[in-house]
């Protein structure tokens, strides 16, 4: 058994909520609940330590998105700033609730390629 873990399809398996061993079972119960271990094949996800991170990522990555989308419509349709200003809040609004789970699922597939938090331990 080598102990090296292949950090890329872990990461898009975490990315796409799913187990970052198997890449079967669901790594979320519920919206953002983690699972204590994944159901298909039991690797123990309870170690993450994802805190606040995937929300900083999530608001950066969602930021720069509607950034140059904000002064495009500025520019090109000069709408009223009640407008613009409830339109782009609803729709970063729809950016994060779409990021949050996957960047969080990425952060904890990474954390356990990396083997960190107790990732690592062999069994």
């Given amino acids: 058994m080598s102990n090296e873990r292949p ?13 970052p061993n198997c890449g079967t079972g669901s790594i979320m119960d519920g919206f953002l609940k983690v699972r204590d271990a994944c159901p298909v094949c039991g690797e123990e996800l309870h170690h993450h330590r994802a805190d606040d991170g995937p929300a900083y990522v999530t608001i950066l ?17 000069e709408p ?6 409830v339109g ?5 609004v729809a950016f994060a609730l779409y990021f949050l789970p996957r960047v969080k699922g990425a952060f904890i ?13 062999t069994t």
């Fill in 61 to 77: 990555l969602s930021a720069h998105l509607l950034g140059p989308m904000m002064v495009f419509v500025f520019e090109r349709y």
């Fill in 109 to 121: 597939a990474l954390q356990w390629a990396k083997r960190m938090h107790g990732f690592g331990r």
């Fill in 7 to 19: 950090v890329k399809p872990a990461v898009k398996r975490g990315w796409k909520r799913l187990c």
């Fill in 80 to 85: 009223e700033p009640l407008v613009m200003s």
């Fill in 88 to 92: 782009f809040s609803i729709l970063f």
